[in-house]
């Protein structure tokens, strides 16, 4: 009976398989994520973002309470596809009342627009949606380009309207015989709108709504506005307009509690960078009332206390202490000391004006690369725009009886940070100046720091020549440092001048232990400071040290070693957005991944007692960061794993158990989908090693399966992370090719300084060969995919070994001889620390050993090739040079192997257009199908697609030739 029992399961097992369908190109578009997590400061309610890869998004508010749900069609949250116009990042009201949020256009209606080519105020506009959590209602105002809410205090919003359209040539608006738009935005499109560039001088109706009494404010022609923290003041710009003589224009203060409006500064001007101090009782910004025919503009830095009417200009272009030639930057932050004693603001140089005598068709056009300068001609040329608006950090004591500004930073010590929120007696500054031409073949720069008194600029050097960084603690009493070239951690004591090693002696490595690259190891870093600067918290690879900083204290092990005696590694989550230190009364949250099984989860861990940490939850699955409320103890995270789409969970009892929110990908049911599983080996020379081997749902032991190799440095930490099938930017598309029959094999490597293709070959080979001992792998069908070091060792085991029987190489590295010298576009940056120190691994110059360079070069090795090889390498290529792609094609092309190379047009190191990454998925099918299942080939494989037919044909249609 036994028997029958398990022979029926097996076949209604096999029956459910069968039912399910493979993959196809077309699921793309509506496959979901989640996006925007979010929880009111009381808890009460959560919200989270559900987008799909193209299309229409919904945004979800749940009540932590009951089942009351809101759903959004086509909502976003504020910086997440919502508003711009520096809006806040907030979706609640401080009180937790109110909710506010964007409605997107249909994006079917924008992609029309698109087709059409409208202009940017002919674009369908944003909505404005606000949900009253009280009653569950929601208000839709339509055209809204920006909306804030104030950090703390009552329910207030404020929003800024779009240009209103112009209706003098239009039809009526809906109530006056027009017909109502089709969606819940007001999408008229109108080709007789203002141009943007009109538009952007001019501001537009703010509103001010208490969104409890529904007391609305309007202003006329806003440019820019900010809440004050306790949102009892408002601050904004208004630039008039030429059509209305009596509009004002200025700067104005609202007081939102009594409706005062006071006259900051009135009259025609730039006004920008509003910021009030922690008490809200101050007030400074940028703003400039030159000529508007002026090309450079002279800024001036403002001051407002709130019990003055009018804002004073409290440093211009003759203020004491200002260098000569310099004036206030318009590009420059803005900030208070947390004290409010201080603001801390930008100089720069006074920019030159163009001149207009110069005739463009008369002038050369070239760039002068010259041996003594600090940067190379494209790095130089990559920054320009930055470096033209970089400004100085600069001080001034607003109390000081004979003000004046002090630099604190110049052309030759450019770099500085706050310490201590700025109320410190000093910034810590850094500069590389002096040291930066090594750049070019190590890839970074030693650095000097110095603190610089922001009474008097006096500068005192701390460190010198430091490859590493340093930062100050919390309170200011010390800088701590990570000395790479030694690989020890030492702290500054500002008060003594006193130098202390921390980890000096220690067993214990705080430094990278499985650094493979022929460079110094990195640290792992910081977990965080104690309160008052009493210690400091720093991680080794997998527990929590806490060390005094002045050394007079023994290290202590505040994780107890379980996380090395466990094989865990520790991380502490931070789950208050504006987290300074710790304090003793503190529970660590702990992310935790366990190495030997890749298992994810959370422990929690007094600072203060002895024990090991405790255990919330560990489980196969991939945990996001916690997101917990500010006032309450509700958590939100998502979960999800290889097999299980991530969902939106919530927890009101530190994750004993939790609410699943959403139900992601139901589809997805339908789909043959897959299995992911760890899977170890011993290399030949002994190494062991690890990695992914991923298979189809409906996998059967007794059948033989293609397998496709995917690698890029190590992958296995990823065993449980979810993979939507997704037209991706160059990385294998892993779900996809399991669902439709293949076997997928992502295995970790680690490398040998001076050979890192032999390296690739002791892994990844080997790795092969192991699961090669099932019955169940085709050995003669197995194809490799790499994408820019992972092409670069797909061509280089292709002129190792002929067990492959199909290769696809995405923008890799053929020649390093030539590579060596080149330039990373992306950057500007030259190529030489990439081989000499980072990835490329060769650990030496060009000169030093030029035959490692040959030896992992594969281009000399490609007579050796058997394998059909596809290439991806784009004319845009900012990272590796395009034309690597090329001396791979065209050698092996001479020597008559089957190639292929994809350029796609004005594209980057990986595809960025939508519409070429699900080309290439396409194509990348069909030649795996073709090599490994014995399927016809595609036109563009057998004929090409010649020049003529480009944007015409592609090639996809499938013949009976041969390649």
Do not use: C
Not at 706 to 722: H, N, T
Not at 857 to 876: C, E, Y
């Amino acid at each position: 009976m036994q028997k029958k029992l398990t022979f029926f399961l097996l076949l209604f097992a096999s029956a459910a398989f069968a039912q399910k369908k493979p993959l196809d190109h077309n699921v793309y578009d509506s496959w979901e994520n989640i996006g925007t997590k979010q929880v009111s400061n009381d808890g009460l309610w959560v919200a989270y973002g559900v987008s799909v890869q193209e299309g229409d998004a919904n945004l979800f508010f749940q009540n932590t309470l009951n089942t009351q749900k809101i759903k959004i069609a086509r909502g976003a949250a504020p910086g997440g596809g919502g508003f711009g116009g520096g809006s806040s990042s907030s979706l609640f009201s401080p009180d937790s009342k109110f909710a506010a949020f964007s409605i997107k256009p249909l994006f079917k209606d924008t992609r029309l627009a698109k087709i059409k080519k409208k202009k940017p105020d002919e674009m369908t506009k944003d909505t404005l949606g606000i949900a009253n959590l009280t009653i569950l209602a929601i208000t839709k105002i339509p055209r809204v380009k920006s909306f804030k809410f104030p950090e703390n205090g009552a329910s207030l919003l404020a929003y800024n309207l779009e240009k209103a359209p112009d209706t003098s040539k239009r039809p009526a608006r809906p109530g006056a015989g027009a017909a109502e738009p089709k969606n819940d935005n007001e999408d008229y499109l109108f080709a007789d709108d203002e141009p943007a560039s009109a538009a952007s001088k001019e501001g537009t109706d703010l509103i001010i709504k208490n969104l409890a009494t529904g007391i609305e404010r309007v202003y006329k022609y806003v440019t820019d506005y900010s809440f004050s923290k306790d949102g009892k003041q408002l601050v904004f710009a208004a630039s008039g307009s030429k059509k209305d003589a009596a509009a004002k224009q200025g700067v104005f203060l609202l007081n939102t509690e009594t409706g005062v409006l006071k006259t900051l500064v009135k009259g025609k001007g730039n006004f920008k960078n509003f910021v009030f101090d922690e008490e809200s009782e101050r007030l400074a910004f940028l703003g400039e009332t030159s000529p508007e025919k002026q090309e450079i503009k002279d800024y001036n830095l403002y001051y407002n206390s709130i019990s003055l009417d009018t804002a004073q200009i409290l440093v211009d272009n003759d203020m004491t202490g200002m260098p000569a030639k310099f004036a206030v930057s318009g590009d420059g932050r803005v900030n208070f000391s947390k004290d409010g004693n201080k603001i801390f603001f930008g100089i720069a140089p006074i920019k030159k004006a163009k001149d207009t005598t110069l005739v463009d068709f008369e002038n050369a056009k070239l760039d002068i690369w010259g041996y003594k300068d600090d940067y190379l001609q494209p790095m130089q040329l990559k920054n320009a725009d930055r470096e033209l608006k970089r400004s100085y950090l600069t001080a001034i004591d607003i109390y000081s009886i004979d003000p004046k500004i002090v630099p604190l930073t110049d052309a030759k010590l450019p770099e500085a940070s706050l310490v201590n929120e700025g109320n410190a007696a000093f910034v810590l500054a850094s500069t590389d100046y002096g040291n930066r031409i090594p750049s070019q073949w190590t890839g970074g720069s030693v650095r000097d720091y110095y603190l610089v008194d922001v009474k008097t600029g006096v500068r005192k050097k701390i460190i010198e020549s430091l490859d590493g960084n340093a930062s100050a603690s919390p309170d200011g009493n010390y800088v701590i440092y990570y000395d790479k070239a030694k690989m020890l951690w030492k702290t500054y004591q500002v008060a003594t001048g006193k130098t202390t090693v921390l980890n000096e002696g220690m067993t214990v490595k705080f430094y990278d232990e499985e650094n493979d690259v022929p460079d110094e190891p990195n640290s792992y870093g910081i977990a965080g400071w104690m309160e008052e600067d009493k210690a400091v918290l720093l991680y080794d690879r997998f527990d929590i040290w806490q060390f005094s900083p002045d050394g007079k204290t023994a290290p202590k092990n505040i994780t107890a070693g379980f996380g090395r005696a466990n094989n865990l590694t520790f991380r502490a989550e931070r789950l208050d957005p504006d987290f300074r230190f710790f304090t003793k009364k503190d529970v660590l949250w702990l992310d935790a991944i366990n190495n030997v099984t890749k298992q994810n989860g959370f422990y929690r861990k007094a600072i203060n007692d002895s024990k090991a940490p405790e255990l919330v939850i560990m489980a196969p699955f991939k945990y996001s960061n916690l997101v917990k409320a500010k006032n309450a103890d509700v958590i939100l995270f998502d979960k999800g794993s290889y097999t299980a789409s991530p969902d939106v969970y919530v927890s009101k009892d530190n994750l004993k158990t939790a609410l699943k929110l959403s139900s992601t990908n139901p589809q997805q049911a339908n789909y043959n989908w897959g299995t992911a599983e760890l899977v170890k080996w011993t290399t030949p020379k002994g190494y062991k090693s690890e990695g992914i081997l991923y298979k189809p749902e409906n996998f059967d032991p007794s059948k033989k399966y293609p397998m496709i190799v995917y690698f890029y440095e190590k992958l296995s930490d990823g065993l449980y992370s979810y993979q939507a099938p997704a037209p991706t930017p160059s990385r294998l598309n892993i779900p996809f090719f399991v669902s439709n029959g293949y076997l997928i094999f992502a295995p970790d490597i680690s490398y040998e300084t001076g050979h890192p293709g032999k390296s690739a070959e002791e892994f990844i080979n080997s790795g092969v060969e192991s699961l090669k001992q099932n019955a169940w792998v085709d050995g003669t069908k197995i194809g490799i995919q790499g994408q820019s070091w992972g092409g670069y060792q797909v061509a280089h085991l292709i002129t190792a070994t002929n067990m492959y029987a199909a290769a696809w190489a995405g923008a890799p590295v053929v020649n390093m001889t030539s590579a060596y010298g080149g330039i990373r576009w992306e950057s500007g940056m030259n190529r030489q620390f990439q081989y000499e120190k980072t990835q490329s691994r060769i650990g030496a110059t060009l000169w030093e050993k030029p035959e490692l360079y040959i030896e992992n070069s594969p281009l000399f090795n490609f007579p050796k090739v058997k394998t059909p090889v596809v290439i991806m390498s784009n004319d845009a290529d900012g990272a590796v040079p395009w034309y690597q792609g090329i001396e791979m094609f065209t050698g092996l092309k001479r020597l008559g192997k089957p190639v292929w190379l994809l350029n796609y047009n004005n594209e980057a190191h990986n595809l960025v257009q939508r519409q070429n990454r699900k080309d290439i998925q396409i194509r990348e099918q069909q030649f795996f199908d073709y090599y490994l299942k014995g399927a016809k080939a595609p036109v563009w494989m057998v004929s090409g697609v010649p020049a003529t037919e480009k944007g015409k044909t592609w090639g996809f249609e499938l013949t009976d030739e041969k390649p």
